[in-house]
């Protein structure tokens, strides 16, 4: 065990209303924890900026509780820690961290193609205050920056936000970044003319992302969901584990615009339920303050044909996608190198399609329902 903890962010401290304390996950499937009194106790001390000492910790508690004994203060703790309810203070807060940047980066590049339709759907200048929220390390973001030197990321990855920061140095761009989980996007302070989120949207609550947007997005502003799939052939090396079905899951049956459509009108009604202007509210400068309601107004569809072969899958698969699979991180990369070595140039390709949703603030609506799915615009890699 680390010699200093923290309580991890990851969790939010509540009570029930019979008084019963419990911390419970904020990204899906909400994992739950009660405490015991000892144990809130310890998520209280362990909440302070920085964390506290382990051993600090144990002499508080048997101060608070003269008739506790150190051995079972140290096995609640030990307890925690296993949940990680507590983390090290320098504990990644993400499953995905500082190795997987570079592959991320160089092998995972997002489509300049579609950069450059949101900057035109946006009218990004560069004037043009950008928010990319679960930016991973900038992929999307470092594309914005070209345009604008007012472009801000959001993360939740330590290692990816100082990678991204790295790499906007490297390039000469200007990036700010808020190393911070999006679910929290309603605490900033802010006022974006465009907000963009990219193949991230199912790892967070998107009921608290839509309240962020509603609560940043300035008038007339956009904003953009980037949604993705990858499709490979049966024959693919990598098909047992990025295929159709896998020990991963199994993708779902039906085209990309059948995926497309119900999560556009999923964001749709939460903006309508969100941003509804004709509700009575406690505070009467709710979502009025930022000019007309946020609706959906477009749907893009794109399609790329690029390598997926160990590169890429060293920038998508993360060590709780192996240990999901029962197996170890080298015997596991081990295996996958000698599938594709041994395939041919032509099969270690495959497909990813990407769709572009429209979101703006006092524009026209398109409802689900009349969306008529068009061919897919095809890009090239890295398009």
Not at 276 to 298: E, K, N, S, W, Y
């Amino acid at each position: 065990m680390p010699d200093r903890l923290r309580a991890s962010p990851n969790f939010a401290l509540s009570q029930s209303a019979d008084g019963r304390s419990f911390v419970i996950g904020e990204v899906e499937p909400y994992p739950q924890y009660w405490l015991s009194d000892r144990e809130r106790l310890l998520f209280a001390l362990f909440g302070a900026d920085g964390g506290m000492d382990v051993d600090a910790a144990l002499e508080a508690m048997l101060r608070i509780e003269p008739a506790g004994s150190r051995e079972e203060i140290a096995e609640a703790i030990a307890d925690m820690r296993e949940a990680e309810v507590l983390i090290a203070p320098e504990a990644e807060l993400s499953r995905y961290g500082r190795e997987m940047a570079r592959d991320y980066l160089d092998h995972r590049p997002f489509p300049p193609a579609i950069a450059a339709r949101i900057a035109d759907l946006g009218g990004i200048g560069p004037e043009t205050r950008v928010l990319d929220l679960a930016a991973g390390p900038g992929s999307l973001a470092l594309e914005l920056a070209k345009r604008t030197p007012h472009v801000t990321m959001m993360e939740l990855s330590r290692g990816f936000v100082e990678a991204a920061q790295e790499e906007a140095t490297c390039r000469g761009l200007q990036l700010e970044t808020i190393h911070e989980s999006c679910n929290r996007l309603a605490q900033v302070d802010g006022s974006f003319d465009v907000m963009t989120i990219s193949q991230a949207i199912h790892w967070l609550d998107d009921v608290m992302l839509v309240k962020g947007v509603c609560r940043n997005l300035a008038e007339g502003g956009s904003f953009f969901v980037v949604h993705g799939s990858l499709t490979v052939l049966p024959q693919h090396p990598l098909s047992y584990i990025l295929g159709d079905k896998t020990p991963l899951g199994d993708k779902k049956a039906g085209t990309f615009s059948d995926a497309v459509r119900p999560l556009y009108k999923r964001i749709s009604l939460l903006f309508d339920a969100l941003d509804a202007p004709d509700v009575d509210r406690h505070d009467p400068l709710h979502a009025r303050q930022r000019g007309g309601q946020i609706t959906g107004t477009r749907i893009d569809l794109f399609r790329q044909q690029r390598p997926i072969d160990e590169n890429f899958a060293r920038a998508f698969l993360s060590d709780s996608h192996i240990s999901a699979l029962g197996q170890d991180r080298e015997g596991f990369w081990l295996d996958l190198r000698r599938r594709c070595n041994a395939a041919c140039a032509d099969d270690l390709f495959g497909w990813q399609e990407f769709a572009l949703l429209h979101f703006q603030r006092g524009a026209e609506r398109l409802d689900a329902a009349d969306w008529v799915p068009l061919k897919a615009e095809q890009i090239g890699y890295p398009g």
